[in-house]
């Protein structure tokens, strides 16, 4: 048998082999699978040293005209869809925390509202704990905002006025749903749903006594820009500690009793 011949039998059986070797493969995962994924290399670049930002850029020396500017900004640009969207972060009585993703629903010098159930996991944290930090995360600007507080319900009159202002669909989910208990399925909160649709008509929905208004009320509030060489910009406004010296070299004299800083990245 010519050499040629011969090599292009071996190679055939040899493929022929890997394909009925491959085929048998069990696609079933082992019952103790290795999960060890290594995602060191994922990384994106960030702002670079043109674009820093600087304590001479702050258009406000206070908070909360500085997030207004940033705010908008976010608002803006179309590929942020949820520029209100943010984290909260509550807390047991004994420090175990929590974090979900909640909708902001309002700002100005008093602080930063959101509504929810008060019988969530969120709505009992804070009852026993009633502080709380929020992280707003604008990915395509390279921005975040981190705010810290303590935490008050907001009136009934303005859980009542907000209440009315959600879709129907929205107003009747709050009485359908026990948020954070179990249930047995999805079919559980279609019956609930269905139960209520017939019992309030659209315009008549009264707001569930289990549902209502926090608002965050800053202590502090960081800015952080991101930079490609992570040598990150932050500046953190925070209300001053009792008999501080202001410095104006560490720690700048804000307005409406406000003092601000940069941190290290």
Known sequence: MP?????????KRIFEH???????????????????VDLGGMRIKYKDKSETFTEDQLQ?????GQFKIWFDAACNLPTIQEPNAMIVATATRDGIPSARPVLLKGFSTEGF???TNYESRKGRELADNPNAALVFHWEPMRR?????GRVEKTSQEDSDIYFSTRPFPSQIGAHASKQSAPIAGRETLMIKEREFLA????GKVPRPPCWGGFIVIPKCVEFWQGQSDRLHDRIRFR???PNEKINNILVHQGDDGWVYERLSP
Not at 199 to 202: G, L, R
């Open 144 to 148: 975040t905002v981190r705010i810290e």
């Open 239 to 241: 209300r001053p500690q």
């Open 3 to 11: 050499a040629r011949l011969c090599l292009r039998l071996i190679v």
């Open 60 to 64: 406000f020396k206070e908070p909360i």
């Open 199 to 202: 019992q309030f008509s659209e």
């Open 113 to 115: 509202k959101f509504y």
């Open 18 to 36: 890997r394909i009925i070797s491959l085929s048998t493969m069990s696609t079933t995962p082992t019952s103790n699978p290795t999960c060890n």
